[in-house]
């Protein structure tokens, strides 16, 4: 009885370890990789050799073609004519003894207007462009880029506004609290200065075309007002952003939609 059991026990142990073979065995081949030429990394593969017999033709035509190329970029920008006005430190109308960045310093609310003349030496044939430009304006922080809510400027307006406007999300207007209308760090920062260009000799006002700014695609696709004729009545229930003056039904067509989309450099022409 005792050799009868010694043997069982010996066959067991055998058997097992033959499962063992087998089991590693589906594994290995389990994780190996095809047998084709990509995933051996057996593709034909051809390294130039680079000497100055191949190498400086190759040079010479690239040449050829973008020399032509950069001296017909030089001459288009040769040509353009640009007056830069800075009127940081503009002084008041209205405070003679301060400048527009000290009055709006002092209180954000307070309106500043301020002249500057300026004299062109040359004549300027075609459109002429007016660009606002803003110093030290990093629009393109991750933070900054984030804080919008996509869907109040779609025009589904909701009382849940989206996490990416925290701080910029709702206010207090009369002790009831609104979610804000558009949302975000961005719509908070609105550049609201305005312009107008008077003629010395006459006094009167250079017209400016203020329309067809935005790109048709924001326009068309990114920004859209909420359903319905009356948007006093969409947005009633909704807070302007702390820093502008005027709810979004109060602004002129498309205000706000250019500068919606933000400046991926630090100096910021718009």
């Not at 499962?19 to 990509?38: C, G, I, L, R």
């Not at 933070?143 to 701080?167: A, F, I, N, P």
């Not at 312009?195 to 048709?216: D, M």
């Not at 004729?229 to 947005?235: G, I, S």
Request: aromatic content about 10%.
């Amino acid at each position: 009885m005792a050799s009868t059991s010694t043997t069982t026990e010996s066959v067991a142990v055998a058997n097992h370890d033959e499962t063992d073979v087998v089991m590693n065995t589906n594994a290995k081949q389990t994780y190996k990789p095809k047998e084709s030429a990509f995933n051996q990394q057996k593709l034909p593969a051809w390294q130039p050799i680079l000497t100055a017999g191949t190498v400086m033709p190759a040079f010479f035509t690239f040449g050829l073609v973008f020399i032509p190329i950069g001296v017909g970029l030089m001459y288009f920008a040769d040509n353009v004519k640009e007056l830069s006005l800075d009127y940081t430190y503009c002084i008041s109308n209205e405070s003679p003894d301060k400048t527009c960045a000290v009055v709006i310093g002092n209180k954000r609310t307070e309106n500043c207007t301020c002249e500057i003349e300026f004299t062109l030496n040359e004549s300027i044939d075609g459109n002429v462009f007016i660009y606002y430009g803003l110093t030290n304006f990093y629009q393109n922080h991750r933070r900054y880029v984030k804080s919008r809510d996509d869907m109040q400027l779609l025009g589904q307006l909701s009382s849940t506004v989206s996490m990416d406007c925290e701080d910029y999300d709702y206010s207090t207007v009369d002790g009831v609290k609104k979610p804000i209308a558009p949302c975000g760090a961005i719509a908070n920062s609105l550049f609201s200065d305005s312009f107008k260009i008077f003629s010395v000799n006459n006094s009167k006002e250079v017209p400016v075309l203020r329309t067809g700014i935005a790109w048709p695609s924001d326009r068309e696709v990114k920004f859209h007002n909420p359903p319905g004729p009356d948007l006093k009545e969409a947005f009633k229930s909704f807070s302007r952003p702390h820093s502008c003056p005027v709810k979004p039904n109060e602004t002129k067509p498309n205000f706000g939609t250019e500068q919606s989309r933000v400046c991926r450099v630090m100096i910021l022409l718009k």
